[in-house]
């Protein structure tokens, strides 16, 4: 069935360095990606998404990349700061969303 | 507000009750979406509604779940004959999304569910 595998699932890093997390879809249908962030108790917060047509998307510090042959998105973070420690979850979708199992960033100041 | 609201923000019950929750959708959202987050999970899809109809209910867990939106506006997720492994956040997304998706999902608190 449908499938979001997504790695690692934890990640660690230093206030003011990258953080990458990435994610592998199996239905190839699959045109819109978005990526959640998610506090303690709190909702699934939309931070950025992709649709298919495109590889690449920027907004600040956050951004996304597809590859659609390889059936690959990824996230990257630059400049982490400690607010941007949470839950992140990937997902997939034609229309419902199929959800990674989620990376637990910490970033140390 | 203007977002998603989901009542209510936490339901006990005893095992073998029925339970209802709510979702209210951003208005003018046409699609909304019924999710189960168990601890430590990602969320799970359930079911999904564009306006009244229901398009896919693929991800109900069992006949004991049941979902509605008559109106094509508010939907309530019933659980009939709670079980223990029922216990989750039940989350709810509305999306201005037609046919195909495409669209941002946008999610209310969610209803965290415990069964005694």
């Known amino acids: 069935g449908e499938n979001v595998e997504q790695h690692p699932s934890t990640l660690s890093v230093q206030e003011g360095d990258s953080a990458v997390i990435k994610c592998t879809y199996s239905?190839?249908?699959?045109?819109?990606f978005p990526w959640y962030k998610q506090e303690l108790g709190k909702r699934p917060q939309l931070i950025i998404d992709?649709?298919?047509?495109?590889g690449e998307k920027k907004d600040q510090r956050i951004a996304v990349t597809l590859n659609k042959t390889a059936k690959h998105f990824s996230l990257h973070i630059t400049e982490t700061q400690p607010e941007d420690s949470a839950v992140y979850f990937c997902?997939?979708?034609?229309?419902?969303?199929?959800f990674g199992t989620g990376t637990r960033l910490q970033v140390f100041p | 507000g203007a977002g998603v609201s989901q009542s209510p923000r936490y339901k006990v019950a005893k095992r073998g009750q029925d339970v209802a929750l709510r979702c209210d959708p951003i208005s003018g959202h046409v699609s909304l979406f019924w999710y189960q987050q168990a601890l430590g999970q990602g969320p799970e899809f359930l079911t999904y509604f564009q306006n009244e109809a229901q398009l896919d209910k693929s991800g109900l867990p069992s006949d004991r779940f049941f979902a509605e939106r008559p109106e094509g506006s508010v939907s309530t997720l019933k659980i009939q004959r709670t079980q223990q492994e029922d216990s989750a956040v039940y989350l709810c997304?509305?999306?201005?999304?037609?046919?195909?998706?495409?669209?941002?999902?946008?999610f209310g608190d969610g209803t965290r569910l415990s069964i005694l």
């Open positions: 997902a997939a979708s034609i229309a419902k969303l199929i």
């Open positions: 992709i649709r298919s047509n495109v």
């Open positions: 997304a509305s999306s201005l999304a037609r046919l195909g998706g495409g669209q941002p999902q946008h």
């Open positions: 239905d190839s249908a699959s045109n819109y």
